[in-house]
T-cell receptor, first 111, second 115 residues
Framework: AQTVTQSQPEMSVQEAETVTLSCTYDTSESDYYLFWYKQPPSRQMILVIR??????QNATENRFSVNFQKAAKSFSLKISDSQLGDAAMYFCAFRAYKYIFGTGTRLKVLA | ETGVTQTPRHLVMGMTNKKSLKCEQHLGHNAMYWYKQSAKKPLELMFV???????ENNSVPSRFSPECPNSSHLFLHLHTLQPEDSALYLCASSFLLDREGEKLFFGSGTQLSVL
């Protein structure tokens, strides 16, 4: 069975600092996509960043980057220069034939 | 209006009531989804519609009845719900088989409380 595990229910980071959110997954598929979605208090989830499994290069989107370790089945999200607006729930997701989501990590940003 | 819109934002209903959740997307997508979000649990996929045809029903109880009249609108009809059905219900849409892993676009959800 395909699973996604986010072992950190909650994380805190000081404004302007860097934080890394962990995600591991389990699959026997070789071709898949990985995503990080952000759910702010408004509840509308938005895509933060995605990674194709066949690409070795880690994806980056402005202050957001991932550390994709395919052999270890690890997909962590690094947020640099954290801002108050980054406070949200972050969900890691895997998609081969369908989406599998993790349980989420609540990120608090301290002023 | 753009994006994915869900109404109502909040809903309180008794166990004998019948209500409907509405979702509308203005993105030209051809797939629509209902997800259930409960605290400390992964998002649970309930239903998938591709080009208005239901392609997935994840063993959802019959007290939840989806309807997709066209590619832009999706409904979730609710009747004789149980208190454990209280959750945030999220609608999402996507392009089928796009080149980006079928990015999901979500609405803001309906927070449902069953008394």
């Amino acid at each position: 069975a395909q699973t996604v595990t986010q072992s950190q229910p909650e994380m805190s980071v000081q404004e302007a600092e860097t934080v890394t959110l962990s995600c591991t997954y389990d699959t026997s598929e070789s071709d898949y996509y990985l995503f990080w979605y952000k759910q702010p208090p408004s509840r509308q989830m938005i895509l933060v960043i995605r990674q194709e499994a066949y690409k070795q290069q880690n994806a980056t989107e402005n202050r957001f980057s991932v550390n994709f370790q395919k052999a270890a089945k690890s997909f962590s999200l690094k947020i640099s220069d954290s801002q108050l607006g980054d406070a949200a729930m972050y969900f890691c997701a895997f998609r081969a034939y369908k989406y599998i989501f993790g349980t989420g990590t609540r990120l608090k940003v301290l002023a | 209006e753009t994006g994915v819109t869900q109404t109502p934002r909040h809903l309180v209903m008794g166990m004998t009531n019948k209500k409907s959740l509405k979702c509308e997307q203005h993105l030209g997508h051809n797939a629509m989804y209902w997800y259930k979000q409960s605290a400390k649990k992964p998002l649970e996929l309930m239903f998938v519609y591709n080009f208005k045809e239901q392609t997935e029903n994840n063993s959802v109880p019959s007290r939840f009845s989806p309807e997709c009249p066209n590619s832009s609108h999706l409904f979730l009809h609710l009747h004789t719900l149980q208190p454990e059905d209280s959750a945030l219900y999220l609608c999402a849409s996507s392009f089928l088989l796009d080149r980006e892993g079928e990015k999901l676009f979500f609405g803001s959800g309906t927070q449902l409380s069953v008394l």
